[in-house]
């Protein structure tokens, strides 16, 4: 196969089609660009959706890998590893985790919160009377695996696969509605510090602050879902410190992934109280592949490239001109989120002409060179590489006004 249409009509025929049909055949990518199969290169402001914080083939990444390959790949978790103990020491470092403190490593996203939700369950019924109601908000995404789709709002992505794991109660993200909800028999609450899939929504800052004094009241505890907020997307290593940085408010359970490994997958889960450390016991939850030298081997060298580069700086500046660009730009309305992670709302750019839809703007943005994502019918997500420059950040901006002409509706 040479053409891109070939791989396509191969993917269409040997894929399960639970993705749709792909945009682009993919070959090769360099810094914050990715080249197609028909030799196009695009600015990837999407970054595999936040996982690639480091864009593609960085140096010292791909050195550290390429060499734990050749030393190391897989022990099993009868055994550990250097780097194992190194990166979790690490993670425990970055969110200035208290002693006693500890980490457990997955594959991804939707299993770390699968650990999480399994710890909140151990909690709740460890406790007499157990509890064994679990607080998620409207609108939230915690995964695709059958204990974090129980936690997932969106009716389309669950409906299908019920019954899933019971207990869970929606609630809209208000302080007033948790306090409502909140009781002694809830074991846990699961949140977003920013709604990542519904459009890059931060959580109000008295809601986060409420939600770590009602558990504490009731007994339950709090699980903060950083998989995509996390490791310097917002500017900060960890975005709910924002908030609950204080020793005495930090969450009891922090999930981590998708720019954890820079592109290798992986996934922690951080507990940080004593009781989410206990929540698990021996042989009560594991994993196969979860924090395998090759994995970890990426998360560290994701971390030091993120320091000797001081790509949490970048993340907050560049972001911040992405930001300031949007909201400057017809067409664009609401502009939201922190660092190199933003939401972008569409309107019509004046009386006579209706807005373009999201898909709309992927494509045309596409057909510009540029790749972002649509998270909704009238929303755009920016979530590109933490490597991403100002002056790549404003060929996009220039580019956004013919962009939206392209994708605005035919009279």
């Known amino acids: 196969m040479s053409q891109p249409a070939d791989y396509l009509d191969a993917y269409r025929k040997d894929l399960l089609d639970v993705f749709g049909q792909p945009a682009l055949v993919l070959t090769e990518g360099s810094g914050c660009e990715v080249t197609d199969a028909a030799g196009r290169t695009y600015l990837d402001l999407m970054a595999g959706i936040a996982v690639n914080s480091l864009g593609y083939a960085h140096p010292a990444w791909a050195d550290a890998v390429a060499a734990q390959a050749h ?39 939707t299993e770390a919160n699968e650990a999480a939700l399994k710890a909140v369950r151990a909690h709740g019924n460890a406790r007499e009377p157990r509890a064994r109601r ?19 709002w969106k009716p389309a992505y669950r409906e299908p696969f019920e019954p899933l794991p019971g207990g869970v109660q929606f609630i809209p993200p208000t302080t007033q509605a948790l306090e409502e909800a909140m009781g002694d028999d809830v074991a846990g609450v699961i949140l977003e510090p920013i709604q990542g899939e519904a459009g890059v929504h931060p959580l109000p800052e008295e809601l986060l602050l409420a939600a770590r004094r009602l558990t504490r009241e009731h007994g339950a505890l709090l699980v ?114 922190r660092g190199l992670l933003i939401g972008a709302d569409l309107t019509a750019p004046d009386d006579e002409r209706a807005a373009p839809a999201g898909p709309d703007v992927v ?4 057909r510009a060179g540029f790749i972002i994502n649509a998270t909704g019918p009238n929303t755009l997500r920016l979530a590109p590489p933490l490597v991403l420059t100002a002056d790549q950040a404003r060929t996009f901006l220039d580019a956004l006004p013919g962009i939206l002409a392209d994708a605005a509706p035919a009279d």
């Open 134 to 152: 679990i607080l998620a908000l409207e609108h939230a995404f915690h995964g695709r695996t059958a204990g974090a789709l129980a936690a997932t």
């Open 363 to 366: 494509a045309a943005a596409r």
């Open 224 to 337: 903060v879902d950083e998989v995509q907020t996390g490791m310097g997307r917002t500017g900060l290593w960890l975005e709910s410190l924002r908030v609950l940085g204080d020793p005495g408010q930090r969450p009891d359970l922090i999930t981590l992934a998708k720019g954890l490994g820079g592109g290798f997958p992986i996934g922690a889960m951080l507990a940080l109280t004593p009781e989410a450390t206990g929540a698990l016991a021996p042989g009560s939850h594991g994993t196969t592949f979860g924090g395998n030298p090759l994995a970890t081997a990426a998360g560290l060298a994701t971390i030091r490239a993120l320091r000797d580069e001081d790509l949490l700086t970048r993340a907050r500046e560049v972001g911040a001109h992405l930001r300031e660009g949007l909201a400057a730009t017809p067409g664009i309305g609401a502009v939201r989120g």
């Open 71 to 109: 030393r190391l790949q897989h022990v099993s978790n009868f055994f550990t590893t250097p780097q194992q103990i190194e990166l979790a020491r690490t993670l425990l470092e970055i969110a200035d985790a208290p002693a006693g403190s500890r980490v457990f490593f997955a594959n991804s996203g």
